[in-house]
């Protein structure tokens, strides 16, 4: 077993050499407003970015640029980041750092904004760690922020929305209503759908970058499974209780739910995975102690696994990429014991499988964004974990085929 550990460590450190973002085309303009195309690492920012990398073209080696050297850049039908000396509010929302000014504070920073709706009513958002913000100009007028801001008062905490009032007295069209901005939240889909509609009723032409990203939010996959699993129990009274039941080749079935995060460049899901898997076997030996002289024992062993995962994807190209889990496996055994008989097969003693749950960690690859390998290495699992004097080593090791149906 611990040469299995060894190789898979050392496997999926190996295979972050593979963790690669395509070059995807693009351009950035210079201070000079110079529009030069290129090849820019598309990453999928989920924070605004302070720089990028690019590639004059295919083959030559990345180079780094920074906001105070670009103007703008973009990557073709995907996504747009233009630079402004702006005027933004970075109130907390911390329930500790939590301001007491209804007003916003203003600090004019460099940033780079993301670029979500343009038209004659302009869309634009800034994320880093701790917060979002939404900005807008009308054509031709100075970009601003859309304010929204918590803050404490003698009530507690209150709320001052004064986007909808700017909103209101800019996006001036028949279908926008007071009672309708009234209703607006300070969430990205909402805008969009707002600043959609505005273009839409002027008739002016637009662009949406945020629909131009084609996302794939959830996977439902069949995942059949061979499985090595070995067990071994021990009991700290009795040593002539003690038993080892080798290993075994059994048989599973899990159907995964798969969420795929939405940044950096679908890379990261988590899933939920509900298993059944069987582990029957037994083994004999001689026992001074036990009638007949021969103690047997018997596992039967069923359970509903719950197996929560988090899964990085590493890219090798448009159809394959290689993955890496991390996996928490919570464990319902019902109806499952350990007997240890007589040779006749009358009963000794029967003990409970409570099963605790336990980690794993694997690698695999998918193909064409539908079938998939897995290679899964499950750490220890007590199966007596509700006796005092009994301790047991379940280890499982599965090769993992799947097929995603959506």
């Known amino acids: 077993m611990k040469n299995q550990i060894l190789f ?182 909402e805008l969009l759908n707002l600043f959609e509609e505005f273009n839409n009723c002027k008739n002016s032409e637009f662009v949406n970058f945020d629909s131009k990203i084609k996302r794939k939010s959830f996977n439902l996959n069949i995942r059949p499974r061979i499985n090595n699993s070995s067990l071994s129990i021990q009991n700290n009274d009795d040593s002539n209780l003690n038993s080892d039941f080798g290993s075994k080749i059994t048989f599973g079935i899990g159907v995964e739910v798969e969420y795929i995060l939405p940044f950096n460049k679908n890379k990261w899901a988590l899933s939920l995975e509900p298993t059944y898997q069987s582990f029957k076997t037994e083994t004999s030996k001689e026992s001074s102690t036990t009638s007949g002289g021969i103690l047997k024992s018997v596992v039967n062993y069923n359970s509903i696994e719950l197996p929560l995962t988090l899964r990085h994807y590493f890219y090798l190209n448009e159809d394959t990429k290689l993955f890496a889990n991390a996996t928490y496996i919570h464990n319902l055994s019902g109806n499952s014991t350990i007997e240890f008989k007589r040779a006749d097969d009358s009963t000794v003693n029967t003990l409970d499988i409570s099963a605790a749950g336990n980690v794993a960690i694997g690698f695999g690859a998918k193909m064409n964004d539908k079938y998939s390998v897995e290679l899964r290495y499950g750490f220890k699992r007590n199966l007596l974990n509700r006796y005092v004097f009994w301790t047991s080593d379940f280890n499982t090791i599965s090769l993992i085929f799947g097929y995603s149906l959506f």
């Open 8 to 189: 898979l460590v050392v496997s999926l450190i190996s295979f972050n050499c593979f963790s690669q973002i395509l070059f995807e085309k693009g351009y950035y303009i210079d201070n000079t407003d110079n529009k030069i195309n290129c090849l820019i690492k598309n990453i999928d920012w989920k924070k605004n970015p302070t720089d990028f990398e690019y590639k004059a073209t295919e083959n030559s080696e990345p180079l780094t640029i920074d906001i105070n050297s670009v103007k703008e850049f973009g990557i073709y039908n995907i996504s747009k980041f233009i630079r402004q000396n702006i005027n933004i509010d970075r109130s907390s929302y911390s329930l500790v750092e939590i301001s007491k000014n209804k007003q916003p504070e203003f600090v004019e920073e460099l940033l780079f904004l993301k670029v979500l709706i343009e038209g004659n009513a302009s869309l634009y958002s800034f994320s880093d760690s701790e917060l979002t913000r939404y900005f807008y100009n009308l054509e031709n007028e100075k970009i601003e922020q859309l304010v929204y801001k918590n803050y404490k008062n003698d009530n507690g905490i209150s709320e001052n929305n004064h986007f909808r009032q700017q909103l209101y007295n800019s996006l001036n069209c028949s279908s926008i209503s007071i009672e309708k901005l009234n209703k607006l939240e300070y969430k990205k889909h």
